[in-house]
């Protein structure tokens, strides 16, 4: 079971996993970073403390939205990384990609922080024809 919050704080963005996440979560996850980047947020954290699993397929999902994010002047920093977590990326071949940092998370101070629950819009977005 995976749980997926976003905090939007323009330019900034949190993204903060909790659980475990797989190739049944990906779409879940895609529809987290899209909000991010209809925002217009260029500058993206993703806190990957509480993560206890993750697969290809979902990793595949953070490190999508970096390609589109970076490109376009923004950056994309991983807090929170465990060794489990760098492993996952290391074996995938993408550690450096996603510049994984254990080493905390930044401040969220200033302006006006806004947590927002898109499981809704995400359901929606999931019944869309293709």
């Known amino acids: ?3 997926t ?3 939007l704080q323009a330019p900034r ?3 903060i996993l909790h659980g475990e996440y797989d190739v049944a979560s990906r779409d ?3 529809c987290r970073f899209s909000t991010v980047e209809r925002w217009s947020c260029d500058e993206l954290y993703v806190d990957v403390g509480q993560v206890t699993f993750i697969d290809c ?3 595949g999902v953070i490190v999508g939205a970096r390609r589109r994010l970076v ?3 923004g950056s994309m920093t991983v807090i929170g990384a465990t060794s489990r977590f760098e492993r996952i990326c290391r074996l995938s071949g993408y550690l450096e990609l996603l510049r994984a940092r254990p ?3 930044p ?3 200033g302006g006006h922080a806004v947590r927002r629950d898109f499981s809704r819009t995400c359901r929606s977005a999931r019944r869309r024809p293709a």
């Open 1 to 3: 079971m995976s749980s």
């Open 103 to 105: 080493d905390g998370q």
């Open 57 to 59: 397929a979902a990793l």
């Open 71 to 73: 490109p376009a002047g």
């Open 5 to 7: 919050g976003v905090l």
């Open 13 to 15: 963005a949190w993204v």
């Open 28 to 30: 879940e996850l895609e």
């Open 107 to 109: 401040e969220c101070s």
